[in-house]
Structure formats: C-alpha cells, structure tokens
C-alpha cells in the first residue's frame, strides 16, 4: 500500500496556537489517466489563533510528488496575501477551509490519502487529552486505468449540536455522481501516522446507518464535544473501489428548545428496519408531505438535501412558514433515465435558527427513494431482432444474446425480485452472455436491461425453476 501524507506543520506550535479543529475530510475526483483532483477541508474554530494558508503534501513511496497545497476558498484580507483566509459557516464560530492539489500516480494501486494537523480542540469528552491529540483525516484511492474512479462528496457541512437527554439525529449527506454502492460505518478517529487515537471511546447509544448515513444517538446523557468518525466505502459490482472519512464533532448542551418535531409522516413508508423508504416506477411522482414545528422563539425551517434537488427534473419541497412552524409538500416525478440499483438518499434538515443567529440546532430525517423499472412489460420468454434470452424457463444458467448496436450502449443487466429488490446484477461486455444468478431460488423474476442511451431499455419476466 502506498501512503500519502498531508501535513500541517508538525507538531511545530504549542497547544495554545493549535487547538483548532473541529472537523474535515477528503474526496477525490478523477481527471484523466492517473490524475487525480483532492480536495481536504478542514473546519476550524473562527477564534483560534491558528490557521494554516497552506498543507503540505508527501507521497512517502516517491519524493517527487510532495507539494503544498494552498487554500482556495473565502476572501484575502486577514492579511492580504495571495492566499483566501477561509470563510465562517453556520451560528457555531466555525470556518471552513477547502485546499485543492492535482496528483498523478506513476502506477495503478491503492493509495491511502491522510491529513495530519496539530491539534484536535481542547476539552473533547471521548478523547482524553484531546488538546494534544493530532487531527487526522484520511481516505483511500484505488487507482485503476481501465476502470477509473471518484470518490463520494458530501453535500453538507458537519455543524452538530444535540440537546442533553433528547435523541440526536444526524446525517453525512454523501453522494456518489457514478452510483456506487456506499457503506457508512462509525471508526476510531485518527491521530499521527494515520493510527487510531488511544483511549478513544463511542457513547453509549450511538449507532450508524449503513445504507441511509444516518448518524442516531439514543440519547446523549452528558455535556460537551465530542468527536466522531464516519467511514464511507465505495463498491461497484461487488468490488471494493476505497473509501471517505468525515471527522466530525457533536456538541450535546442543555435541553431549551426540546419541542421541536418533525410531523404529517403518516403516510411515509417504511421498510422492515422501519426507515423511510419508497419504490416508484419512472415517470410516476413522489408526493409526501411534512412539518416541522416548534412552541419557541427559535425560527424553523426545512432545508432538502440531496441529489434530486439539482438534477434536470429537479425535485420541490414547496413550503409555508408561520411564527411556530413549517409546512408543506415533497414532489419528484423521476425519468426513465432515473433507473438505478441504488437508492436516491434524501435528507430533510429541521433547522431550527435563535432569533438574533447565535445558535442553531438540525434535525434530520432521511428518506430512501427507490426509483424501479417496471415490470411484467414483455412476457416470460424474450426474444425480438435486437436480443433473445434463452433457455426461459431455467434452472442454473441462461444465455442473453445482444446485438453489436446493445453492447456498444453499455448495457447492464438487473434482476429484480417480486418485491423490487435486486438479486442479480451484470454487465454486459458481448453478444453473447452466460447469465448464471447465484443463491437466486426458484419464482417469477422481473429483468431490466438498462444502456447508456435512456431511450433503449429492456425489460420483462424470467422464471427460475
């Protein structure tokens, strides 16, 4: 494995100059050949006398790649020096800072990405000593030439706050444009060299998400900040492609403003986890409604997260606003093109702002959107001039033909399920294709033959005997 260090300067001031980080992480974005764009944020505490204008980078396995990365975001003033100062987020005295740097590896391998800076913030409950604990973040690049790559981005900035004795629910908002498969699981944080940080602890009650990335904490029961990790693994076709991290606090304070309530949810599904999930054919709308209400002098809102928000047929979450609540409707009618394995993760931010925007506090609620290619379109038993799967019936295996027009669209094979959930998934790289389902027992089954032109889909009936 080869490891690439991105360091602040190294344990080079005392604590007084550096106790500053709140939270950050790395993407990644491919650009050509092995040339990769990363980007680290970090998010640092606005009164803080450190700052860092620049990280540096190391590639340990080759010298010649090391450089420094200068910050790229907010205005030039505190001084005027070429270099953007950050800009300050949210009501919580935090700033963020977003360092770009390109990077061309010499080989395809697995890189690991990390980010080192003297210190965490002083005080964090689960992590003794944290004034004198290094900050890292990390992420792992697979890089593949024939098989290219980018990582997860998230859509939202990690400014956390929990009441004392309330339930806290949280979520990463990551979003992969390529429709990977993402894991979320909660880790160790990180110190120097990448390695976990001694004595760190996990609360009691707080639990991860694997699919959704809701973050739940049930309920914190002492004040303070604290400091979490969420890893965010990437698979395409059941293979591991890396990972994201995320480092981020949550700051648990008195229970003021407990009245807060997310409502006019009962007509919302949920799965047998009894999370918010729901399958809709293409071209069919969604339409849910929602509240979030509040008996206080805190200001309300509803903020939408997610990549339905900002596709061509975007999404609308059209809302009404009085002195104690808001209101109002959720509608996404998606395409045919909207087909995926994948589900589109929605996030519903309950904001709830103080008068004067010193403080504020976020609920979230996330809604799973499972946007299925219908079925029972053609019969049991396929077969026109452009394709022929045959023999259907079958046992073990089948044998899909496609012609050279199909397969130079990229076609990929789903197998869905009775009740929409994907047993079987292939990609198609030939005219003729040994198509053998594995722990698939005997039923009715319902394929969808996606391509790259939206317009040229393939559906219908399979039966396994």
Excluded at 36 to 62: G, K, N, P
Excluded at 136 to 153: G, K, T, Y
Excluded at 291 to 308: Q, R
Excluded at 420 to 432: A, D, P, Y
């Amino acid at each position: 494995m080869k490891h690439i260090l991105l360091s602040g300067f190294l344990l080079a001031s005392t604590w007084a100059c550096a106790t500053h980080n709140k939270g950050g992480e790395i993407s990644y974005k491919h650009l050509s050949g092995r040339t990769y764009e990363v980007e680290v944020v970090t998010f640092t505490h606005t009164l803080s006398q450190a700052d860092r204008d620049s990280l540096y980078i190391e590639v340990a396995e080759d010298t010649s790649l090391n450089k420094w990365a200068k910050r790229i975001n907010g205005p030039d003033t505190d001084p005027a020096n070429g270099i953007p100062d950050g800009e300050s987020i949210g009501c919580s005295q935090t700033k963020k800072n977003i360092y770009l740097f390109q990077c061309t590896f010499p080989h395809d391998g697995t890189y690991h990405i990390s980010m080192v800076d003297p210190n965490r913030n002083a005080g964090i409950v689960n992590i003794p000593v944290s004034v004198d604990v290094p900050f890292c973040i990390d992420a792992e690049i697979h890089v593949n030439s024939s098989q290219p790559n980018s990582s997860p981005r998230f859509l939202s900035d990690p400014i956390y706050f929990a009441e004392l004795n309330i339930p806290c629910t949280l979520n990463a908002t990551a979003f992969d444009d390529e429709g990977d498969s993402l894991v979320f699981a909660l880790d160790t944080c990180l110190e120097l060299f990448g390695s976990p940080v001694s004595g760190y602890t996990i609360p009691a009650g707080v639990s991860q998400n694997p699919i959704n990335g809701e973050f739940v904490w049930n309920l914190p029961t002492l004040k303070g900040e604290y400091a979490f990790r969420v890893k965010i693994s990437e698979w395409r076709d059941g293979v591991f492609l890396g990972y994201t991290s995320r480092d981020f606090n949550v700051n648990v304070q008195e229970s003021y403003f407990s009245d807060f309530v997310f409502d006019s949810l009962a007509t919302w599904p949920k799965n047998s986890n009894g999370d918010y999930e729901i399958h809709v054919a293409p071209n069919n709308p969604v339409q849910l409604p929602i509240s979030y209400e509040n008996k206080s002098v805190w200001v309300p809102d509803i903020l939408g997260i997610g990549d339905v928000f900002s596709m061509p047929n975007a999404a609308q979450l059209n809302l009404t606003t009085t002195t104690t609540s808001v209101s109002g409707l959720f509608t996404w009618t998606p395409g045919t093109n909207d087909f995926r394995s994948q589900p589109y993760v929605v996030t519903f931010r309950g904001a709830s702002v103080y008068s004067n925007n010193s403080q504020c506090l976020y609920h979230d609620l996330t809604l799973m959107i499972y946007v299925d290619i219908p079925a029972g379109i053609n019969d049991a038993g396929t077969s026109d001039n452009t394709m022929q799967l045959f023999p259907n019936p079958f046992s073990y295996h089948t044998t899909l033909k496609l012609n050279e027009r199909l397969v130079a669209l990229k076609p990929v094979l789903y197998v869905r399920d009775a009740l929409g959930r994907i047993v079987h998934r292939q990609e198609i790289h030939s005219t003729e294709t040994v198509i053998a389902p594995k722990g698939v027992g005997p039923g009715i089954y319902y394929y969808a033959i996606t391509t790259a032109d939206p317009n040229v889909q393939k559906t219908g009936k399979v039966v396994i005997q």
